[in-house]
Nanobody, 120 residues
Framework: QVQLVESGGGLVQAGGSLRHSCAAS????????MGWYRQAPGKERELVAA???????YYANSVKGRFAISRDNTNNTLYLQMNNLGPEDTAVYYC??????????????WGQGTRVTVSS
């Protein structure tokens, strides 16, 4: 079955950086788009970054220029590098598997989430 296991969350000061990893198994990783969602306290879950199977990327305006999504198809791992973090980035971050090769067709599996807290 599909498994997505995130790691890399934690507490960081404003202006700092964190890197999330997502170890994927149970499907042909390189064939699917992948994404990172986040859910802040009291807010709906939002897509912050996505990557197609061909490497094309999408970023939400709120993270553009600060976050970078990447994938290692050899090791079935998805990454999210987060730089210049601010308190508004405090959220639980979820790895997600796309329904097919392109991110805009949606996502249908999520990991358990990893919490990021940014202190000001």
């Amino acid at each position: 079955q599909v498994q997505l296991v995130e790691s890399g969350g934690g507490l960081v000061q404003a202006g700092g950086s964190l890197r999330h990893s997502c170890a994927a198994s149970g499907f042909t990783f390189g064939a699917y788009a992948m994404g990172w969602y986040r859910q802040a306290p009291g807010k709906e879950r939002e897509l912050v970054a996505a990557i197609n199977n061909d490497g094309k990327t999408y970023y939400a305006n709120s993270v553009k220029g600060r976050f970078a999504i990447s994938r290692d198809n050899t090791n079935n791992t998805l990454y999210l590098q987060m730089n210049n973090l601010g308190p508004e980035d405090t959220a639980v971050y979820y790895c997600a598997k796309g329904t097919d090769a392109t991110w805009y067709r949606g996502f249908h599996y999520w990991g358990q989430g990893t919490r990021v807290t940014v202190s000001s």
